[in-house]
């Protein structure tokens, strides 16, 4: 099976803490609305999130994170994760 | 002059408490490179995620600070100290600064730290509350900070920020007017309700938005104090261990001085006594 084109590009961090800075194909968390995913050409979005569990899809294994709050903001393929904010 | 045991166990006191102040030195040198660190990356993510949020273009008038009626008409003050003292003069600049501009009839204090406490409490200045200073190694809970003063119509945060190892100063801030000025400035890169999906929409997101940042505002603020204190607390554990070593020096400046003159009083009562005895014998030689 061939791997998801990586074409985003996620930056994940808390205020003490840099969770993930790279390519990914996919982003799983939640909001007050209910579970969400973004994908590569995803509209410019901006939510905030519950509490919950963050996933980033990589090529190698998948990035967790475990938040007790946080934002979330997509622009052009760019995707900003501030947890625990 | 003393006598010398005495002066020895002096000597032995002062240098325990050298070495004990030299202990509390390493450990307020580290707890400033640590905090240090902290502060800056906290730094970061704030102007990143202050960015974002003031990129976010919404009716000013609608936010909950640029309301008309916000507030309850009350000032509060919100003093962040330290949890415990050996931090130098600090947190009494902190209380004599936000003592000009307390007035009992229109403000209340919110305290957090309990040296701040115990200072206010010895100057007689009743606070209305008091929290521990927020757990600062992962994540700085500063919410139920935010629900006791979220209220008032002006809150200004009175806290300690570090400018060097050698100088800390005491600055204000008043929230509510750092987030009206902070979210009319954005230039660059305005997001509108037009080109971005809002969930669960754009006002929300602001109002709580708003929230947020007056938190990450107020945490920021925590470590910076938290920063200053180290500092301060270093800087006053140099000078302690500095005095202790000169009142090591004095006393053994003066425990050889004793010495000396005990040594020197025995030598002259063996010399008393040597003279005593010759008088004696010549006087026992003359009568026979």
């Not at chain 1, 519950?50 to 997509?74: M, Q, R, W, Y």
Request: net charge negative; hydrophobic share 40%.
């Amino acid at each position: 099976m061939s791997e998801a084109p990586l074409d985003l590009h996620v930056i994940a961090r808390a205020p003490f803490a840099l969770y993930y800075d790279g390519a990914a194909s996919a982003v799983s968390a939640a909001n007050r609305i209910g579970p969400f995913d973004i994908l590569p050409g995803h509209a410019d979005f901006l939510t905030m999130l519950t509490a919950g569990t963050i996933t980033i899809e990589t090529n190698n294994e998948p990035v967790t994170i475990d938040a007790k709050n946080g934002l979330v903001t997509v622009r052009d393929n760019e995707v900003l994760l501030f947890v625990n904010i | 002059m003393r006598r010398p045991n005495i002066i020895e166990k002096d000597i032995a006191s002062v240098t325990t408490l050298g070495n004990l102040t030299n202990v509390f030195e390493s450990l307020a040198s580290t707890q400033v490179a640590k905090v240090k660190n902290k502060a800056q990356l906290s730094q970061e993510f704030f102007d990143l995620l202050w960015s974002c949020y003031t990129s976010i273009r919404v009716d000013p008038k609608t936010r909950i600070t640029a309301r008309d009626d916000y507030g309850n008409g009350r000032t509060v003050l919100v003093l962040i100290s330290a949890e415990a003292g050996l931090s130098g003069d600090l947190d009494m600049r902190l209380v004599e600064t936000m003592q000009q501009n307390y007035n009992p009839a229109t403000t209340d204090i919110v305290v957090l730290g309990s040296h701040g406490a115990s200072q206010l409490s010895q100057r007689g200045i009743p606070y209305a509350r008091f929290f521990q200073v927020p757990e600062t190694d992962s994540y700085v809970n500063v919410e139920p900070v935010i629900e006791a003063i979220i209220d008032y119509s002006t809150i200004i945060v009175y806290y300690e920020e570090y400018l060097s190892l050698g100088q800390q100063e005491i600055r204000s801030l008043d929230l509510v007017m750092h987030m009206k000025a902070m979210s009319q400035d954005a230039e660059e890169g305005i997001i509108t309700a037009a080109d971005t999906i809002f969930e669960p929409s754009l006002n929300e997101i602001a109002d709580q938005m708003e929230v947020t940042m007056m938190s990450l505002a107020l945490s920021q603020t925590i470590l910076q104090s938290g920063l200053a204190q180290a500092a301060s607390r270093f800087n006053a554990m140099t000078t302690a261990e500095k005095r202790a070593g000169e009142m090591t020096s004095g006393y053994t400046l003066e425990f050889h001085r004793s010495k000396r003159g005990e040594s020197d009083r025995r030598l002259r009562e063996v010399l008393v006594g040597i003279k005593k005895k010759r008088r004696e014998r010549s006087e026992k030689e003359g009568t026979l």
